[in-house]
Protein backbone atom coordinates (compact mmCIF):
# COMPACT_ATOMS: atom_id res chain seq x y z
CA UNK A 1 0.00 0.00 0.00
CA UNK A 2 0.89 3.58 -1.24
CA UNK A 3 0.34 6.70 0.43
CA UNK A 4 -0.11 9.70 -1.89
CA UNK A 5 -0.58 13.41 -0.39
CA UNK A 6 -2.86 15.62 -3.16
CA UNK A 7 -2.04 19.38 -2.45
CA UNK A 8 -4.08 22.58 -3.69
CA UNK A 9 -4.68 25.67 -2.33
CA UNK A 10 -8.08 25.33 -0.74
CA UNK A 11 -8.01 21.71 -0.23
CA UNK A 12 -11.79 22.61 -1.26
CA UNK A 13 -12.16 20.63 -4.43
CA UNK A 14 -9.21 19.57 -7.01
CA UNK A 15 -7.54 17.64 -4.02
CA UNK A 16 -10.84 16.15 -2.38
CA UNK A 17 -11.52 14.91 -6.83
CA UNK A 18 -8.00 12.87 -6.61
CA UNK A 19 -7.95 11.77 -2.93
CA UNK A 20 -11.80 10.82 -3.18
CA UNK A 21 -11.01 8.74 -6.87
CA UNK A 22 -7.86 7.14 -5.33
CA UNK A 23 -9.75 6.07 -2.49
CA UNK A 24 -12.47 5.28 -3.62
CA UNK A 25 -11.28 3.26 -7.53
CA UNK A 26 -7.47 2.22 -6.68
CA UNK A 27 -7.74 1.67 -2.97
CA UNK A 28 -6.64 -1.88 -3.12
CA UNK A 29 -2.55 0.07 -4.27
CA UNK A 30 -3.20 3.02 -2.42
CA UNK A 31 -3.90 5.20 0.35
CA UNK A 32 -4.78 9.04 -0.60
CA UNK A 33 -4.80 11.93 1.76
CA UNK A 34 -5.47 15.92 0.51
CA UNK A 35 -4.29 18.90 2.03
CA UNK A 36 -3.98 22.62 1.06
CA UNK A 37 -1.36 25.19 1.31
CA UNK A 38 -3.78 27.80 2.81
CA UNK A 39 -7.19 25.78 3.11
CA UNK A 40 -10.36 26.79 2.86
CA UNK A 41 -11.99 24.79 6.07
CA UNK A 42 -14.47 23.55 3.98
CA UNK A 43 -15.26 21.06 1.27
CA UNK A 44 -17.10 23.20 -1.91
CA UNK A 45 -20.50 22.62 -1.80
CA UNK A 46 -21.29 21.84 -5.20
CA UNK A 47 -17.89 19.93 -5.20
CA UNK A 48 -19.07 17.84 -2.49
CA UNK A 49 -22.90 17.65 -3.80
CA UNK A 50 -21.43 16.00 -6.81
CA UNK A 51 -19.20 13.72 -5.31
CA UNK A 52 -22.00 12.54 -3.02
CA UNK A 53 -24.85 12.00 -5.30
CA UNK A 54 -23.29 11.45 -9.05
CA UNK A 55 -20.48 9.00 -8.14
CA UNK A 56 -21.72 8.16 -4.77
CA UNK A 57 -19.11 8.70 -2.75
CA UNK A 58 -18.86 8.74 1.16
CA UNK A 59 -17.69 11.86 2.28
CA UNK A 60 -17.83 11.28 5.95
CA UNK A 61 -14.15 11.32 6.69
CA UNK A 62 -13.09 14.45 4.07
CA UNK A 63 -12.37 17.63 5.60
CA UNK A 64 -10.15 20.78 4.58
CA UNK A 65 -6.91 20.51 6.50
CA UNK A 66 -3.36 22.48 6.18
CA UNK A 67 -0.12 19.98 4.72
CA UNK A 68 1.72 21.13 7.37
CA UNK A 69 0.09 18.56 9.46
CA UNK A 70 1.53 15.69 7.37
CA UNK A 71 5.37 17.39 7.92
CA UNK A 72 4.26 17.42 11.71
CA UNK A 73 2.63 13.87 12.02
CA UNK A 74 5.46 13.37 9.91
CA UNK A 75 3.08 11.04 8.29
CA UNK A 76 4.84 8.35 5.92
CA UNK A 77 3.79 9.59 2.67
CA UNK A 78 5.33 7.46 -0.81
CA UNK A 79 4.19 10.50 -3.12
CA UNK A 80 2.98 14.20 -3.05
CA UNK A 81 1.21 15.64 -6.12
CA UNK A 82 0.13 19.12 -6.51
CA UNK A 83 -2.77 19.67 -8.24
CA UNK A 84 -2.28 23.75 -8.97
CA UNK A 85 0.79 25.87 -9.56
CA UNK A 86 -0.41 27.79 -6.20
CA UNK A 87 0.36 24.99 -4.14
CA UNK A 88 3.35 23.95 -6.07
CA UNK A 89 5.40 26.99 -5.54
CA UNK A 90 4.67 26.93 -1.72
CA UNK A 91 4.91 23.22 -0.91
CA UNK A 92 7.92 22.28 -2.95
CA UNK A 93 10.74 24.76 -1.20
CA UNK A 94 9.44 23.78 2.32
CA UNK A 95 8.63 20.03 1.74
CA UNK A 96 11.93 17.74 3.34
CA UNK A 97 11.83 14.96 0.10
CA UNK A 98 11.36 16.84 -2.81
CA UNK A 99 11.91 13.37 -4.65
CA UNK A 100 8.62 12.45 -3.71
CA UNK A 101 6.77 15.71 -5.28
CA UNK A 102 4.61 15.51 -8.53
CA UNK A 103 2.77 18.74 -10.06
CA UNK A 104 -0.60 18.72 -12.17
CA UNK A 105 -1.88 21.60 -13.31
CA UNK A 106 -5.22 21.61 -13.13
CA UNK A 107 -7.81 23.99 -13.65
CA UNK A 108 -9.84 25.28 -10.41
CA UNK A 109 -13.02 24.72 -10.94
CA UNK A 110 -14.62 26.70 -7.86
CA UNK A 111 -13.94 29.90 -9.34
CA UNK A 112 -16.23 28.96 -12.69
CA UNK A 113 -19.11 27.95 -10.60
CA UNK A 114 -20.28 31.59 -9.33
CA UNK A 115 -23.52 32.21 -10.65
CA UNK A 116 -23.72 29.42 -12.95
CA UNK A 117 -26.59 27.06 -13.62
CA UNK A 118 -27.14 23.89 -11.84
CA UNK A 119 -26.28 22.79 -15.66
CA UNK A 120 -23.21 24.70 -16.04
CA UNK A 121 -21.83 23.29 -12.70
CA UNK A 122 -22.41 19.96 -13.43
CA UNK A 123 -20.45 20.62 -16.58
CA UNK A 124 -17.48 21.80 -15.05
CA UNK A 125 -17.12 19.96 -12.19
CA UNK A 126 -17.27 16.46 -14.63
CA UNK A 127 -14.69 18.01 -16.67
CA UNK A 128 -12.78 19.18 -13.72
CA UNK A 129 -13.43 15.00 -12.44
CA UNK A 130 -12.60 13.55 -15.86
CA UNK A 131 -9.08 15.77 -15.92
CA UNK A 132 -8.16 14.33 -12.95
CA UNK A 133 -9.40 10.93 -13.09
CA UNK A 134 -7.22 10.93 -16.72
CA UNK A 135 -3.94 12.32 -14.88
CA UNK A 136 -4.84 9.54 -11.50
CA UNK A 137 -5.04 6.79 -14.30
CA UNK A 138 -1.98 8.29 -16.42
CA UNK A 139 0.34 8.37 -13.03
CA UNK A 140 -0.44 5.00 -12.35
CA UNK A 141 0.07 3.58 -15.61
CA UNK A 142 3.44 5.27 -15.38
CA UNK A 143 4.45 4.18 -11.70
CA UNK A 144 3.85 0.41 -12.35
Not at 5 to 12: A, Q
Not at 30 to 50: C, L, T
Not at 59 to 71: A, G, H, V
Request: proline share 3%; with cysteine; glycine share 2%.
Amino acid sequence: MRNILFVCTGNSARSIIAECIINNEHSDTFKAYSAGSNPSGKINEDIKEYLENIKKYDLKDYNSKNFQKFIDEKTKLDHVITVCNNANNEVCPIWPNKNQIDHWDIEDPVSKLINKTPEEKFEIITKTFNNINQHINDWINFEK
